[in-house]
């Protein structure tokens, strides 16, 4: 398992699946993202990266 201390935001998630952060925003919107791991003290959602690499692997490719 991952480092359980690692946590993602947006832009790590952008800069792994190799598209802008607004990109990933616009997926949570449309609820094409895994719900986050947790919230930080700001409110600001953040994902473990074992989540998202599982989410990488199984999302449909783009054109």
């Known amino acids: ?3 359980s ?3 993602w935001s947006y832009a ?3 800069r792994h699946i ?3 952060a607004e990109s990933v925003r616009n997926y ?4 094409l993202l895994p ?4 919230l ?3 409110g600001h959602p953040r994902w473990y990266p074992d989540t998202i690499k ?8 783009h054109r």
């Open 40 to 42: 930080d003290a700001g």
């Open 12 to 14: 790590e998630i952008a």
């Open 18 to 20: 190799n598209v802008q």
């Open 5 to 7: 201390s690692e946590l």
């Open 35 to 38: 719900a986050p791991d947790v």
């Open 28 to 31: 949570r919107r449309h609820g």
């Open 1 to 3: 398992m991952g480092r």
């Open 54 to 61: 599982a989410w990488a692997r199984n999302r449909p490719r």
